[in-house]
């Protein structure tokens, strides 16, 4: 079994497909007929040993536990190989024979170092190590579903759809589970067995279940889905009849909402092919009619769902909450809160697809007319509806269970006393908003709650009101002075955070995400509305009502006295529920709603429907401007109320009624004239949303809005650089708040440009120029005011739109301020101290917001000419734009030093942008930028190559193919003569460095293709050069034949380019500024050239003169010696294998026959040296390298037919003969470590026998003691003595040489010594346990004994670990001697 695991591993998914010295064609013809012919058996075979294992098992239950050994591991070699199989990637069928090759190790994708938990596990296929641990719940949570059940071919139906076989895996998880009550459990087998029953659980696919008829298929579909189902049910109940928060219930908790969630996706997204009625029946109705155990399984998810959410809550009201929070940080972080949001994540899905087949059959509805319609709602219809009136009764009880959850979190999160308050309120600082952290399940209660919304709202209006109501009394009681020592703020913080959560239920209920013009008001809220006769009686209208009156009653006047009472988070939360809701329901637009609610129209529509929305929104406005007036200095308050404006100011219908309300006008007034009193972090986004709304007003008042606005910026600077003492004070801290905030405000305006305003904000930006370029004169060497312009200028190039100028002047104009201030920024910045760090964040920021003004300005132009060469824009100013944009890329340059460039984020960014201008303005590069920043250009691509960062890497390759493609079609003949001497010195280091990463070092392959893709631009650059390269490896391997072989891969490579149509394309192009290479196109003969050519090269090592004194050929050249292993895993495995694990590569040796050659007395290599010999391989002889194969073994049966002669293959036949060969080698292993094992068995019996010794002469020891203590007290009691220290010492010392005497007479010598028996002393608590519970008697007497003797107190280790009864009573004796001593 084990044999027959590595075999898979390494045929599966091409992960060693490259460290084999054999062609590409081999290995997907290997891998090919591996998944056709041999695999299938090979499952069935490890199905057989499961069987048989589990037969075994269950006959062996009453009999010793030494046989158990050889079950529990034959059982997880099996439990490996199907968990492979069940994994298993299958060759793609179409004809570009693609397997996916793997050249090393998967990079991360992010340089942020936010590692999965799954990530951080590892996987168990990446391991040649069987003994990878027990998964434990949160591993088997964290593996995404990408990684899902593969789709199997038809020929394997009748193992994986097997009732038999799929209830056999269940079994084998059971057996698992009993194997961990005893000592020869084998660890990773439950993990394995879970892993299966998800996998198991997922089967999917059209060849699967096909079948000759579509009704066949449906019934093996129905079969399938029957046993999973039935199974399901067993675990679940199982799981529900224990208590799911114990010790050890974390995997089966996790793994089985892992298996439903599975399961319920699988079979959802699967069409049913049954018709019924003349109509497909949907897949859920499909499942409730042919499956009869379907409405008891979904009862049963539904009670699970219920019984983790008050899992939850248990552990609030018991003593693990204070181990929860310290180890998981909080409730929501525990697994069981994990395993909910995988149940929750399923159910969703079931709601999701009945809510699209309503939507479906409503809209089909409306296209058809007569009774015709009627007549194809009938199936589906009456399952469906029947199921919703099931979903909507448990969707009660799992909304009631999670509010309770959330009532009783808000109790524990709110602090009790002042010593906690102070750290509740740091961590709120640091933690992220609730709306955003819990996202996902408020989305899942939205769900819920609008399947039966009048009772959702009905209980959500109740509990609001109720707090409203609690919190209104608590005021009144502080405002008139009658609340005394009765106040209570522990009670007005919790009703706070409860009506929080109550709002967030409400907003995620009300409205979906979203504020464009688009977001509609959700169906099942505007069924509820149309059924209500009145606005009374419409809890949607009365619990919107209730927030603006909350929302009121929270922001008293900043004189109040109950202002200090105030939540910031609550008003921060209503407004959130405002932003949501304000634009969907405030004057909503009838002709979007085929019926919308007498009551919504009245309660929020237009004066013009008779609607109240107008009031409603000068409300607002005056609300947002008493949260400035109260919370002036909470900018995450601020910062929401702001966000409500600009989403008002996005729907065109509020923004106009906002902009005529009498209220604008002064609202304006009040932020242009008190702007300064807010967070300077604000600004920009109180002028952003004031530019927004001022848009939809009409001329006048755009124009004087504009204007007011406009001299609200400018003064911000004039007041400052215009003054008379500006140099004197422009280092004074307040002077330079105040610039910040002007540019800050700028940044604003240009957010909020549009066609209103766009020509306005561009004489702004002409205005400001000759501002910011002496602002830049002061302020040029230090940080914080240049990184703010340089702010400003990338928000212009990101939201001005060039095109919209009148004319090339405007144009030019525009180009010239930008170039002007880069030219500005860059003089002033040469020669900056450079006493701060290279890597200081604000220096950082400042070259990234550097780089993107220029690729934004890049996109800009592009918005009305695809490249620098379109006669769409004229050439003087194609020929300023490129000018200023090359200049922008000089001075990043220059400006920067190379460890900032080199700073992953902004190495990204810069190289995203020098492949942007390779595609857009090459010709200006070429032609404006000096020779020395090429050179640097090119040092930037060097390290892009082979980075850790795969978004790095990608845009990398990315830049070459763009860059190459130009010279190789447009040429730079015209250039100087050093900047062609600096490409061709770039080019030839590029594909020098990508030919050494893509063929030594270990690659992502998924961007083997982009790669590639730069390597043959490069090669079709330079020819010459990719030959040279290939002559240093020829020469490398001093091989005549070595070199023919790599020479006929490159050769075959070679025929593959000139036959490719994308390389054909690239070379006939006639575009001025041509595209590059399609990668896609190239995918195939790239991986059989790097399979191919990785594959000849691993014989290099023994050549490699640099690791001459690690590995080298033998004195006679007829063996290999590795004589420093440590240093050859080190340095020599890793360059050519994907681990550095020196015993798989003596495994892989002893694979294909090498022996391992005696050490001799003189150890002339060496006394670490490893010596390796085969007839085959010797130096200066590559010719016989083609006869080095596997190790083939006599003919055996077991191979059923695979290995008799009937296929041709001879690499196939070697493969499948080599699995009996290994199949026989470890079943002599096996034998051998069973034989131990035995021996161990033994060795333990006669330590437990010891044992039991030692515990009868503790017995004897302590009856004797007791003996000796009650005669010493009555002795005293005869004579009428007090108790004292002589007494008490002497009463010690004779307990002492008592216990002295006990030992020397039991025969154990030094009890002390016991302390340090391998096994004893050191055992962890949960092996003690485990040998309690098998009877062994191993009770730590003789340790607790000791400690007694010894003065000691026998507490401690009282409170450290549970104590057997027997010890219990065994330690009164020495519980009374050290009542005596005291």
């Known amino acids: ?122 996987s168990s296929r990446d391991s040649d190590n069987l003994d990878d641990g027990d998964g434990s719940g949160s591993a088997i949570f964290e593996s995404e579903f990408r990684n899902r059940t593969p789709l199997f071919p038809r020929n394997w139906q009748s193992l994986l759809l097997s009732g038999e076989i799929l209830t056999m895996f269940f079994s084998v998880y059971e057996a698992t589970l009993s194997d961990q009550m005893h000592a020869y459990f084998s660890p990773g087998s439950t993990h394995l067995a879970l892993q299966c029953l998800v996998q198991v659980s997922g089967i999917r696919g059209k060849d699967i279940f096909a079948s000759a008829d579509a009704k066949g298929s449906d019934e093996l579909r129905a079969e399938f889905a029957r046993v999973i189902m039935r199974n399901q049910l067993q675990m679940i109940r199982h799981v529900c009849s224990m208590d799911l928060v114990s010790e050890g219930s974390e995997d089966m908790v996790v793994a089985t909402t892992q298996m439903i969630r599975r399961f319920i996706e699988t079979q959802l997204e699967e069409p049913s092919s049954t018709v019924v009625a003349n109509q497909r029946l949907h897949s859920l109705a499909f499942l409730v009619i042919g499956i009869p155990e379907a409405h008891e399984y ?225 169906k099942p809220v505007l069924e509820y509305s149309a059924a209500c006769s009145n606005t009374g009686q419409d809890l949607t209208v009365q619990c919107i009502m209730v927030l603006l009156k909350m929302l009121e009653f929270e922001l008293v006047s900043p004189s109040s006295p109950l202002a200090a009472y105030g939540s910031p988070l609550l008003v921060e939360t209503l407004f959130w529920a405002l932003r949501r809701i304000a634009p969907v329901y405030f004057l909503l637009d009838r002709s979007d709603y085929r019926e919308v609610s007498k009551s919504t129209i009245t309660a929020f529509g237009s004066t013009g429907d008779g609607g109240n929305g107008s009031a409603i929104i000068n409300g607002v406005l005056d609300l947002v401007k008493r949260t400035f007036d109260l919370w002036s200095a909470e900018e995450d308050v601020l910062q929401m109320c702001v966000s409500v404006l600009l989403a008002l100011g996005q729907r065109t219908a509020i923004a106009r009624e906002i902009t005529s309300s009498p209220q604008f006008t002064p609202l304006m007034q009040y932020f242009t004239s008190n702007i300064g009193q807010f967070p300077e972090a604000i600004h920009g986004s109180i ?159 400042k070259i990234t917001s550097l780089i993107s003004a220029i690729s934004y300005l890049v996109h800009n132009e592009m918005g009305f000419a695809p490249n620098e060469a379109s006669p769409s824009i004229p050439k003087a100013v194609a020929d300023d734009f490129g000018e200023t944009e090359v200049f922008g890329l000089y001075c990043v340059h220059v400006t920067a030093d190379s460890s900032q460039l080199l700073t992953p984020n902004v190495l990204r960014i810069h190289i995203q942008l020098i492949s942007e201008m390779a595609q857009y303005r090459m010709p200006s590069l070429i032609r404006w930028l000096p020779t020395e920043i ?168 023994l050549e490699d003169e640099a690791h001459r004194e690690v590995v080298c050929w033998g004195y006679d050249g007829e063996s290999f010696v590795v004589k420093d292993p440590n240093e050859f895993s080190k340095y020599v495995l890793p360059q050519h294998f994907k681990h550095n694990n020196f015993a798989s590569f003596v495994r892989q040796l002893n694979k294909y026959d090498f022996h391992k050659v005696k050490v001799t007395e003189d150890k002339r290599y060496g006394d670490e040296a490893w010596e390796f010999k085969h007839p085959r391989f010797q130096h200066n002889r590559p010719d016989l390298l083609e006869k080095i194969k596997r190790k083939i073994p006599p003919k055996s049966k077991s191979l059923g037919g695979v290995g008799n002669g ?102 154990l010598g030094n009890i002390e010594a016991l302390g340090h028996i391998p096994g004893i002393g050191s055992v962890p608590t949960a092996s003690v346990e485990s040998v309690l519970a098998n009877g062994n008697g191993l009770a730590g007497n003789g340790i607790l004994t000791d400690e007694s003797a010894s003065g000691g107190s026998s507490a401690c280790l009282d409170a450290q670990q549970p104590q057997h009864p027997q010890m219990q009573s065994h330690q009164q004796p020495s519980a009374q001697l050290c009542e005596l001593s005291r």
Not at 324 to 340: E, H, L, R, S, T
Not at 825 to 839: E, I, N
Not at 1049 to 1075: H, M, Q, W, Y
């Open 1 to 122: 079994m084990i044999t027959a695991t590595y075999l898979i591993d390494e045929i599966a998914g091409g992960s060693k497909c490259s460290q084999f010295r054999l062609p590409w064609e081999f290995h997907y013809t290997c891998k090919t007929t591996f998944e056709n012919v041999h695999m299938l058996h090979i499952f069935e075979a490890a199905l057989k040993v499961i069987h048989r294992q589990l037969q075994r098992s269950a006959e062996m239950q009453h009999a010793p536990s030494g046989g158990s050994h050889t079950i529990a591991y034959e059982r997880r070699s099996a439990l490996h190989i199907a968990d492979r199989v069940l994994n298993w990637a299958f060759t793609s069928s179409d004809e570009s024979k693609v397997i996916a090759a793997s050249f090393g190790h998967s990079k991360g994708r992010s340089g942020g170092g936010n590692t999965s938990k799954a990530g951080q596990r590892g």
């Open 298 to 522: 979904f009862g049963e998810v539904s009670k699970f769902i219920c019984m983790l959410l008050n899992s939850a809550a248990g552990i609030l009201r018991s003593d693990m909450l204070q181990r929860v929070d310290d180890d998981f940080g909080d409730v929501d972080n525990y697994f069981v809160m994990q395993a909910f949001d995988e149940l929750a994540n399923a159910w969703s899905t079931v709601i999701n697809q009945i809510r699209e087949w309503e939507y479906l059959e409503e809209a089909a509805a409306g296209t058809n007319s007569g009774s015709n319609g009627d007549d194809k709602q009938v199936s589906n219809q009456s399952v469906l509806s029947s199921f919703t009136h099931f979903l909507v009764t448990t969707a009660y009880l799992i909304r009631s269970e999670y509010i309770q959850l959330r009532m009783l979190m808000c109790e524990d999160s709110v602090p009790s006393n002042s010593s906690r308050a102070e750290t509740f309120s740091i961590d709120q600082g640091l933690l992220a908003k609730d709306y955003v952290v819990y996202e996902d399940q408020l989305q899942f209660f939205a769900l819920l709650a609008r399947l039966d919304l009048r009772t959702s709202l009905d209980r959500m209006y109740e509990n609001l009101c109720s707090r409203c109501n609690a919190l209104q009394e608590e005021f009144k009681s502080i405002e008139s002075g009658t609340a005394g020592e009765s106040y209570n703020q522990h009670t007005i913080d919790l009703l706070h955070e409860q009506t929080q959560w109550i709002v967030l239920m409400i907003g995620f209920t009300l409205c979906d995400s979203g504020t464009s013009e688009r977001v509609l008001i959700p």
């Open 687 to 845: 002028i952003e949303a004031l530019a927004l709304l001022a848009c939809h007003s009409s001329s006048a008042d755009h124009e004087r809005c504009f204007s007011d606005l406009k001299t609200l910026i400018l003064r911000s600077f004039s007041q400052v650089v215009h003054s008379s003492d500006f140099m004197a004070r422009h280092q004074d801290a307040r002077l330079v708040n105040q610039l910040l905030g002007g540019l800050d405000m700028m940044d604003g305006l240009l957010s909020a440009a549009n066609f209103r305003n766009m020509d306005a904000i561009f004489g702004l930006f002409f205005e400001v120029q000759p501002l910011f370029e002496q602002l830049l004169t002061v302020y040029g060497h230090g940080d914080e005011i240049p990184c703010e312009i340089i702010q400003v200028m990338e928000s212009a190039a990101r939201y001005l739109d060039v095109s919209s100028l009148p004319d090339d002047e405007h144009m030019l104009r525009f180009s010239h301020c930008f170039r002007t201030l880069l030219r500005k920024y860059q003089t002033s910045a040469v020669g900056r101290s450079t006493s701060q760090s290279d890597t200081d964040i604000e220096s950082l920021s």
């Open 934 to 1101: 090429w050179a640097q250009i090119m040092d930037v691509l060097l390290a892009g190559i082979d980075h850790g960062i795969y978004d790095i890497g990608h845009r990398t390759y990315e830049a070459i193919s763009r860059l190459g493609a130009y010279v190789k079609v447009a040429g730079i003949g015209n250039a100087p003569a050093e900047l062609r001497d600096v490409f061709s010195r770039g080019f030839k280091q590029l594909l020098s460095k990508l030919l050494q990463a893509l063929l030594f070092s270990p690659f992502d392959v998924e961007l083997v293709e982009y790669a590639g893709t730069a390597l043959v631009t490069l090669g079709l650059l330079d020819p010459s050069h990719l030959q040279t390269c290939f002559q240093d490896l020829f020469a490398q391997g001093d091989s005549a034949a070595f070199a023919e072989r790599l020479s006929s891969t490159l050769t075959k490579f070679n025929s593959d380019l000139e036959a490719s149509d994308a390389v054909r394309g690239l070379l006939k192009t006639v575009e001025p500024i041509p595209d590059p290479i399609d990668s896609a196109e190239l995918r195939q003969p790239l991986f059989e050239f790097l399979v191919n050519t990785r594959a000849v090269l691993r014989i290099k090592m």
């Open 1206 to 1307: 009937r296929h041709s293959d001879t690499e196939l036949r070697v493969v499948s003969e080599d699995l009996q060969s290994q199949i026989h080698l470890l079943t002599h292993a096996h034998a051998e470590v069973t034989m131990y094992m035995h021996q161990l068995s033994k060795q333990q019996q006669v330590m437990i026998d010891e044992l039991n010794g030692l515990k009868k002469n503790m017995q004897t020891q302590d009856q004797l003691m007791e003996e000796f203590v009650r005669y010493l007290v009555n002795q005293d009691a005869a004579n009428g003595k007090s108790s004292s220290m002589g007494t008490s010492a002497s009463i010690a010392a004779a307990a002492v040489a008592a216990a002295a005497a006990a030992a020397s007479t039991s025969g």
